[in-house]
């Protein structure tokens, strides 16, 4: 099994910062074999990408709505990703999920993420 826990959301006023961070862990957690992902669910809408990162870091991928706005990075010696969110939008309002796919491959459709976090809030106000 592999426990993904997020931390790092709150309120915050439209054009300022947060910084995400996803703490993996559990026997079958491979770094080397998990693309990490985050997502985003707001009230009322369907859970959406938002960005993804390959095992090694070496690739990222961006939703067009997030991109030159936010950053994902991890570090696979503490088995963390990270997701700097800038400039933020009251539209970024949602529930914010980080993922694990058991691929080296970049994804950003949810069906292929097998491992899920419980997700933290983050509250852009305008």
């Known amino acids: 099994q592999v426990q993904l826990v997020e931390s790092g959301g709150g309120l915050v006023q439209a054009g300022g910062s947060l910084r995400l961070s996803c703490a993996a862990s559990g026997r079958t957690f491979n770094n080397r074999n998990n693309c990490m992902g985050w997502f985003r669910q707001a009230p009322g809408k369907e859970r959406e990408f938002v960005s993804a990162?390959?095992?090694?870091?070496?690739?990222?991928y961006y939703a067009d709505s997030v991109k030159g706005r936010f950053t994902i990075s991890r570090d696979n010696a503490k088995n963390t990703v990270s997701l700097q969110l800038s400039s933020l939008k009251p539209e970024d309002t949602a529930v914010y999920h980080c993922?694990?796919?058991?691929?080296?491959?970049?994804?950003?459709?949810?069906?292929?993420?097998?491992?899920w976090g419980q997700g933290t809030q983050v509250t852009v106000s305008s």
């Open positions: 990162i390959s095992w090694n870091g070496g690739r990222t």
């Open positions: 993922a694990a796919s058991p691929t080296t491959r970049i994804v950003t459709l949810k069906d292929e993420y097998d491992y």
